[in-house]
């Protein structure tokens, strides 16, 4: 019997470079509060949210991917011929096939890099990051990026009142590469399917297909129950994860959790206790929640504000549709 | 003021900043004292913690008075 060769295995990976893309557009809470009966203060009580960006019309998904992936690739310094893997943690890009990533790898010079997208909604981009790590450890890879995005404006009615204020869209990317040390910690991650209607779609494509609504799929969400699942479960993954990496919460520089809701963000820091000294991405007050973009987008903004020094340690946690979540603590770059 | 009555008082206090004096029985959490839905989740769920007893999704929307949620706790515990 031949044997098989394996290749040689890694000490660590790191997050080399982070990039960021926000549409123009800007869209106030008056913009959309018409439609939902609803106002300004109404809005910025239940989210945080103030305004959201939005994709210009023929803006796609795979352009706001690309935006954002070319910056994480210059910044880092490294060549894109040397990118083995792009991940797209996306649920909005609007082709049943092909994936985004293979053109996003195409359009930013990528020539080697295999692609695939990921399909774990709100939690995709600490999924994919959880994955880049594992395979840059494993040789799989050698250097692989990262890159969540969404447009929902696409996919949420303007009508629906649980929904129509919350979603933006954005696209932020994180080139991850080889390290002599471990600079992404241990990924927690889960998933609970019995739950899967409480963030979901008004119609499957084949219902729709069979049955055409006037509406076109858009996705609904059960906002209260959403709500109390986050405030209950993702302080408990927090803290399991911090103990899977071996630090604490006086240990953090940052924490950025997904961009759900602010009153979100809110409970969990106030149930993790955290120290003043820790910087809490709040980055929906201006972006909205953007799903898998969220956390690269929250992260890189406040990179940009020199809020977070290179070397420190960032909590990331994801959770969303699914139910899905995915956790882990960074090295910042 | 009952025992459990005045352990809501104490959450709903310190979720909404609503004066203890003015949490009393017949209270709308909603019309009278600034408990959004956001907001009736998080005291249900300290309301759980704190009274040892579960509150499902299903039963918050009955919930609607400081009267309704003493007595709903007083049964279950």
Redesign the interface.
Known sequence: MPTLNSVPVRVGSRVLSTGSYRPDQIVTNDDVAGLIDSSDEWIRERSGIVERRRCAPGESVTDMAVAAGAKAIAKSGIAPELISMVLVATVTHPYQTPAAAPEVAFRLGAINAAGADLGAACAGFCYSLGLADSMIRSGAAEYVLVIGVEKFTDFVSPTDRGTAFIFGDGAGAALVGPSDHTGVGPTLWGADGEQKDLITMSQSWSEYRLEPRDEFPYVQMSGQQVFRWAVSEVPKIAMRTLEASGVTVNDLTAFIPHQANMRITDAVVRALKLPEHVVVGRDIETTGNTSAASIPLALDRLRQADQLPSGGLALLIGFGAGLVYASQVIELP | MSQTLEGLAAIVNEVAGTPIEDITAEKSFVDDLDI???S???V??ACEDKFGVSIP?GE?KNLRTVGDAVAYIDAQS
């Open positions: 959004d839905s956001l009736m989740v998080e249900v769920m999704d918050v």
